[in-house]
């Protein structure tokens, strides 16, 4: 069983770079059942963007980079993770530039109102 456990637990292990992001509460956020590993949009408190783990200069840049990455691997699906103190200015140029790139569904990671 411990072994089984240890398998599983290192499967899912993911090496991403620290961000401090406090992702928004959601009541009704639901699990997504994607077995691939989503492209990341993260976004932080200071608004800035970082794409797969790359920071990203602008949000001009985002439309860019964000097709040179679904070119390289077109069947990943994109999530974002934006902090709750970004501004919704800055969230609606990010969906702006996403909507240019393509993108047509944004899941985005939250997290329980009793998680801290």
């Known amino acids: 069983m411990l072994l089984i456990f240890f398998i599983v637990t290192t499967t899912f292990k ?34 800035k963007i970082m794409l797969e783990d790359h920071p990203l200069k602008s949000v001009d840049e985002l439309t860019s980079a964000l097709q040179e990455v679904q070119k390289k691997a077109p069947e990943r699906p994109l999530a974002m993770k934006a902090d709750q103190k970004v501004s919704f200015g800055f969230l609606v140029q990010v969906l702006d530039s996403l909507k240019k790139a393509g993108v047509k569904n944004l899941p985005t990671f939250t997290k329980a109102p009793d998680q801290k």
Request: without cysteine; aromatic residues 0%; glycine residues 0%.
């Open 14 to 47: 993911t090496a991403q770079t620290e961000l401090s992001i406090k992702l928004p509460e959601s009541k009704t956020a639901t699990q997504a059942e994607n077995p691939t590993d989503p492209i990341v949009l993260a976004i932080t408190a200071d608004e």
